[in-house]
């Protein structure tokens, strides 16, 4: 699985839109890009994920870059229950295995 | 009701005591992993299944067995607690057949503290 680069944290604003960015410049043709988040000690949760157009959901959006050696995920309108940790994970479909959670980004939503 | 379900969600050991940790799922998934974390780190692999007759070890098997009951059935022993093996357990299932990616689903965990 390609290795992915995120910053190790950001803040947000209640109400405004939490841009998530991740770096991951040596993924492949069949690997898809995923993102999940930990909301303290609490199970890993998925949010999202895509291969290469943009995707949507009730949680969040996904824009990967035409290359896509990134992707930035979208919170629209962030809550105070947003506040987690976010892993961008990038792997090959129906791989099977383990999921690699690097450092994520600890995303701060303040009131 | 959540889809994974851990039982039990703490638990206290003392070292050498065998203990169960037990993962039910009612999401008709076949593939079921059991991982661990530790403070401020990421998750690792500890077994992973991909149907009820398959068991495959994970990063760190070492010290941990598990059994697959049924589909919906995914168990985690320690044979003889060890203090190290103090973490936060989770399990996960995600279906092998499906066509756009395969998404793990997590249970809440389970937090073991082995004196």
């Known amino acids: 699985d390609a290795k992915t680069t995120q910053p190790p944290s950001m803040d947000c604003a209640e109400g405004r839109a939490a841009n998530l960015p991740c770096n991951h410049s040596?993924?492949?043709?069949?690997?898809?890009v995923y993102w999940y988040r930990q909301i303290h000690s609490q199970g890993p949760q998925y949010i999202i994920h895509g291969l290469k157009n943009n995707e949507t959901n009730e949680m969040a959006s996904l824009i990967i870059t035409e290359d896509r050696k990134s992707s930035t995920l979208i919170l629209p309108h962030a809550t105070l229950r947003d506040t987690a940790v976010y892993y961008c994970?990038?792997?090959?479909?129906?791989?099977?295995?383990?999921?690699?959670f690097g450092g994520g980004t600890r995303l701060m939503v303040k009131p | 009701d959540a889809d994974v379900t851990q039982t039990p969600r703490n638990r206290i050991t003392k070292t050498g005591k065998r203990i169960m940790l037990e993962c039910s799922q009612t999401?008709?998934?076949?593939?079921m992993y059991w991982y661990r974390q530790d403070p401020g780190l990421g998750l690792r692999l500890i077994y992973y299944s991909f149907d009820v007759k398959d068991i495959n070890k994970g990063e760190i098997s070492d010290g941990y067995s598990v059994s697959r009951q049924a589909q919906a059935k995914f168990s985690l022993s320690l044979e003889s607690a060890i203090p190290n093996q103090t973490a936060l357990y989770f399990c996960a299932t995600s279906m092998g057949s499906s066509t756009w990616g395969e998404t793990q689903y997590f249970g809440p965990g389970t937090r073991l503290l082995v004196l």
């Open positions: 999401k008709g998934h076949d593939r």
């Open positions: 040596t993924i492949s043709g069949n690997e898809y």
């Open positions: 994970i990038v792997r090959v479909d129906n791989a099977g295995n383990m999921l690699t």
